[in-house]
């Protein structure tokens, strides 16, 4: 190195910066796009799934307190302006259910997120069907003729159909912890699938950093030796 003349010296240090360039250049090029994927897998696919879970469990939670609201009224006189109303309510939130449900269908899942997801399936198909049984027999309730719900006849049939409420509820009732437990599953695979993604952008950025910091490093001590 020390037989090199100012133009050799100056020609290698051209080739050399470069060079570095490029490598380094490559590197950025390389790390950037590592952490776009995991930011795109975060914003594309964990948020959203983290999202549409939220939606089914508020829509399960607020669908299952608004069936079991008509139990209240069990006894009550006049009590069919009380099924109507929850008997109203009842569709929307059963629309946003069934429609956050359909699209968790559509996201792209890891492995183990599916299989969550399947688990989860299983259990939520018993825990709909009681949801309807339910929801009809409170639409009943509702149609029970208001001029003569006070009367005897008004009221046997109301209890008669609180009977039909009953066998919808009881089973609901013993179907939720199963699903709940299934549910918790699935967000905590969605949560661990998430952290993984965060971490692999953490890494590409770690490895990006100390490839260039290593390559300063090479281009220092190459400067040294050529005594520039």
Known sequence: MGSFNVKQKLGFLIFFAILMLVVVGGSGLVGAKRIESALNVM?????????TLSNIRTSMATLHS??????????????????KNISRRIPAIDKELTTAVAEYEKIKLSEEEAKAWEAFKGTYTNWYTYSTRTAKVIEQLAAIEDNGSNTEEAMAKQAELFDDYDMSVTPWGVVEPALQKALLTLVETNLKSGAEAIEAGKNASRTSTATMLAIFALATAVLIVLGI
């Open 43 to 51: 914003s594309e696919e964990k948020l959203p799934t983290a999202n």
């Open 66 to 83: 608004l069936c079991l609201e008509a139990s209240l009224w069990r006894e009550k006189k006049y009590a069919q302006k009380y099924f």
